[in-house]
């Protein structure tokens, strides 16, 4: 199985800026995508941000257009989230998730972090 670490969020000002991470650990694993998602309170969680592992292509909300940028270092198995002028209604509850495969899983398996906070004060 793997485990999704996520690291980065904290509180920031309208116009601030923060990168969040999001390290994959297992055994034997291969990632197909990693998305970023996040949820406000009392809203649905919201795909934000995805990457397409082997060839790095990228895709966001409109809400982030423009504004975040998704990517991966191959090597340690980790993405990043860099998230700059930021507004209030970014403030949410930011997770990470990897659809990955196994040599003991080959049908694609979806995994979740634990999720980080990000508050963006006005």
């Known amino acids: 199985q793997v485990q999704l670490v996520e690291s980065g969020g904290g509180l920031v000002q309208t116009g601030g800026s923060l990168r969040l991470s999001c390290a994959a650990s297992g055994r034997a694993f291969s990632i197909i995508v990693m998305r970023w998602y996040r949820q406000a309170p009392g809203k649905e969680r919201d795909m934000i941000a995805t990457?397409?592992?082997?060839?790095?292509?990228?895709s966001y909300a409109d809400s982030v257009k423009g504004r975040f940028t998704v990517s991966r270092d191959n090597a340690e198995n980790t993405v990043h989230l860099q998230m700059e002028s930021l507004k209030p209604e970014d403030t949410a509850v930011y997770y990470c998730a990897a659809t990955t495969i196994s040599p003991t899983r080959p049908l694609p398996v979806n995994s979740w972090g634990q999720g980080t906070q990000v508050t963006v004060s006005s």
């Open positions: 990457i397409n592992w082997s060839g790095g292509s990228t």
